[in-house]
């Protein structure tokens, strides 16, 4: 029978309370509780041409990307939320990008929606089939589970969209760090071009 003192084990009275957020379609979350930044320092062996990177690194390290969050608890049956800024840029003809991961629990999907800005999320599984959603506002991007994630600003301004994923699905960085994206985007001629990434080591299995 359904306990009214009760839900899920907790008491009533201890559940935690709703949360209004405020969402700036041009920055995103307004007041995160959290800011995580990434600068050209924190993105060594993620682009092609490194030299041009440890360039970037010594002449200012600029801040490729930052995510706004909001504190949820990570337990299974709460939902997270941030959004992801990419600053507009490039390393040589590749445009800035966040490191890409994919989610610790694999069986986690995750949705982006983008605010401003335009972009690719990149995607890719395990045995390196790779799947791109143009992004623009308004565009909705479902990923699956068990996709690998990144997302790539190829416009000329901040590339600004909002995510929302199970709270306990973690980040694994690790893979994507050793092994890469099979495919790179790239600015050739004006236009954003998918390539064969050179560099790609395909994962065991
Ligand atoms: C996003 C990403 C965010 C930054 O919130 O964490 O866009 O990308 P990296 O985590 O790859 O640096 C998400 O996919 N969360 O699961
Ligand atoms: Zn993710």
């Given at each position: 029978?359904?306990?009214?003192?009760?839900?899920?084990?907790?008491?009533?009275?201890?559940?935690?309370?709703?949360?209004?957020t405020p969402v700036d379609f041009k920055k995103g979350i307004v007041a995160p509780d959290r800011v995580i930044e990434r600068?050209?320092?924190?993105?060594?062996?993620?682009?092609?041409?490194?030299?041009?990177?440890?360039?970037?690194?010594?002449?200012?390290?600029?801040?490729?990307?930052?995510?706004?969050?909001?504190?949820?608890?990570?337990?299974?049956?709460?939902?997270?939320?941030?959004?992801?800024?990419?600053?507009?840029?490039?390393?040589?003809?590749?445009?800035?990008?966040?490191?890409?991961?994919?989610?610790?629990?694999?069986n986690t999907a995750e949705i982006y929606f983008c605010l401003a800005g335009e972009g690719y999320l990149l995607m890719q599984?395990?045995?390196?089939?790779?799947?791109?959603?143009?992004?623009?506002?308004?565009?909705?991007?479902?990923?699956?589970?068990?996709?690998?994630?990144?997302?790539?600003?190829?416009?000329?301004?901040?590339?600004?969209?909002?995510?929302?994923?199970?709270?306990?699905?973690?980040?694994?960085?690790e893979v994507i760090q050793r092994c890469g994206f099979a495919k790179v985007m790239l600015e050739e001629g004006g236009r954003?071009?998918?390539?064969?990434?050179?560099?790609?080591?395909?994962?065991?299995?």
């Amino acid at each position: 029978m359904f306990d009214l003192e009760s839900c899920g084990g907790q008491k009533m009275e201890n559940l935690m309370q709703p949360i209004r957020t405020p969402v700036d379609f041009k920055k995103g979350i307004v007041a995160p509780d959290r800011v995580i930044e990434r600068k050209a320092g924190d993105m060594e062996g993620m682009y092609q041409d490194e030299l041009t990177l440890k360039k970037l690194v010594s002449q200012g390290n600029p801040l490729m990307y930052q995510v706004r969050q909001v504190d949820i608890p990570e337990e299974m049956g709460h939902i997270a939320y941030s959004t992801t800024i990419i600053s507009p840029g490039k390393v040589g003809n590749e445009y800035f990008m966040t490191k890409g991961h994919s989610h610790a629990k694999e069986n986690t999907a995750e949705i982006y929606f983008c605010l401003a800005g335009e972009g690719y999320l990149l995607m890719q599984t395990r045995k390196g089939i790779v799947s791109t959603t143009h992004m623009k506002p308004g565009i909705l991007g479902y990923i699956p589970p068990y996709w690998a994630h990144r997302t790539i600003n190829s416009g000329n301004k901040e590339f600004v969209f909002l995510t929302l994923f199970p709270a306990d699905a973690g980040h694994n960085y690790e893979v994507i760090q050793r092994c890469g994206f099979a495919k790179v985007m790239l600015e050739e001629g004006g236009r954003a071009v998918l390539r064969d990434n050179p560099k790609y080591v395909p994962p065991d299995g």
